[in-house]
């Protein structure tokens, strides 16, 4: 066998200037308490750790802001909290000291942007990516809007609708790369749960008890809800964050098979420690309804209500989604009991636990099906990327 010389190999090409960070700013309207806000602090946070872009965030409510982040302090109109910069929205002008507008410009929930602000991102020499992130809709035609372009009516802008979604073709919902393994390890993890407990109750559930958490608005269905969980048969622990029908952190109370625990408001990771540690879970409005998903444990959604019943063909929407695979008896069940929560009727406990090992194992398929959309942040920073090439 003939051996041939090795050819010459070429000098390294000296490593380039490191690519300029995508640099974007968030606007917020805090519209009801902590849903928009939570929102946009996730996106933020996920944006910037796990795409590495600067981001700001314009909110025009820090103290609603600082109970999902303790570590903001309301009194200050710029900060940088976990890598983020956050700004007070506080006048209809104000978009920073220097009015530098950013590559990408998130518009959330039809917020409207400060016309000064408009006025120079159409000065910038490259345009910058505008967003309009709209809210979560499990309805078909969400699909058919997702990314369409709104080209503004004066200056050299395109606006895109960026629609979150439970099916292919939209935005997906907002995920953490690790969610999953942090879900993982606290529940292979005896001591991290009892630790859980023993930190947020004071003490362990009974090994029989049903862990409900219970996070709403207000519904006539809850006096109902709650007499049948003191008439079980079976031991309820219920869970009660700090909102609208709380009784606020630390309030304690039993009544025959019923314990009652009211928990101080918690900060965004925390509410995911809860999800996981309850057996069932009922979630209001957009941010909790998507972390209940990601929990793979069976839920209740209390969808924020409009004029009209118009939240309910959304409701339907989701429903369709979520029991699309699920056996007839337990989809009538749980579609009843979602229909009586959000103002239709009596919610049927005992019909719900009946049919909760159907639940149980699709609330675990349901979760695997919706990685497959895509996360939101993901999704976002991929669109935006074709954008500005």
Known sequence: MSSTAPLPSSPAAPPGPPAAAIACDIFCAVIDNFGDIGVCWRLARQLA??????????????????????????????????????????????????????????????????????????????????????????????????????????????????????GPGTGGVLKERNLDAARAAFEASPAARDAWWRETVGRTPPADATVVSLFAYETPAVDSLLEQWRDSARPVVLLVPEGRISGGAGAHAERGALSAHGLAFTEQAGYDALLWASDLNFVRGEDSFVRAQWAARPFVWHIYPQADDAHLPKLDAALAHYARTLPAEPAAALARFWHAWNGGGVPDWAALCRHYPALERRAVEWAGELAQVGDLAGNLALFTKTQLK
């Open 49 to 166: 750790a796990e795409h590495g872009w600067q981001v700001r965030v314009f909110v025009d409510d820090l103290h609603a802001f600082q109970k999902l982040c303790p570590s903001l302090a309301p009194d200050r109109a710029r900060q940088t909290v976990g890598g983020v910069v956050v700004e007070h929205w506080h006048t209809p002008t104000h978009a920073g000291d220097t009015l530098e507008t950013a590559d990408v410009v998130i518009e959330a929930f039809a917020c409207e942007l400060p016309p000064v602000y408009v006025a120079a991102m159409a000065q910038r020499e490259r345009a910058p990516v505008w967003i309009n992130l709209e809210y979560l809709s499990a309805e078909d035609w969400v699909a058919d809007f997702h990314l369409r372009p709104s080209p503004h009516p004066r200056y050299p802008l395109v606006k895109t609708f960026f629609f979150p979604g439970l």
